[in-house]
């Protein structure tokens, strides 16, 4: 029997779902620092903690003290999610209207986000940008499949209404 005190399944562990808590965390917090001391201090609760929790349940544990740090830090701050601007190298081929347009979209779709409940938001990029699976995000929440259905309802009616040709 497999024991999350032993060093290589604690390492496969981390290898397994450090990116993806940390994405988790990151549309929650959007701030990268804060998100990786999320995950920092959440794998070392695991450790911590390595003799009490299964392997099986090592995944839950790690989401849920991650979320914890989570809901105590935004006791004291207003979430706002962030986005780094990332510049196309293919970019200088294109026409300035278009670089204009895209610009304008791009700050349209974060105003949109933006004004997203944080849960929806968080359901939004979870499904979108990282793949993940309703069930895979209702299991990260807490929640039923059937919230994070409504959820992905409600934000991608929320973002048509603010963003015109989406």
């Not at 450090?18 to 070392?44: H, L, M, P, R």
Request: aromatic share 10%.
């Amino acid at each position: 029997m497999s024991n999350v005190c032993e060093d290589q399944v604690f390492s496969s562990l981390f290898k397994a779902h450090s990116k993806t808590v940390f994405n988790y965390i990151y549309y929650k917090f959007g701030n990268e620092e804060k998100a990786n001391d999320a995950v920092q201090e959440a794998f070392v609760k695991l450790w911590e903690n390595c003799a009490k929790v299964s392997p099986e349940k090592a995944k839950s544990f790690v989401y849920t003290v991650a979320n914890n740090l989570y809901l105590n830090v935004i006791k004291a701050e207003k979430v706002r999610l962030k986005y780094a601007k990332s510049v196309d190298d293919q970019s200088s081929n294109l026409s300035p209207e278009f670089l204009m347009e895209e610009q304008e979209y791009k700050k349209k779709l974060d105003n949109a986000l933006g004004a997203l409940p944080e849960n929806q938001r968080t359901t939004f990029l979870l499904n979108r940008i990282d793949g993940k699976k309703y069930a895979e995000i209702a299991e990260m929440e807490g929640v039923s499949v059937k919230a994070i259905e409504k959820r992905m309802h409600l934000a991608l009616k929320s973002l048509r209404e603010q963003i015109d040709g989406i």
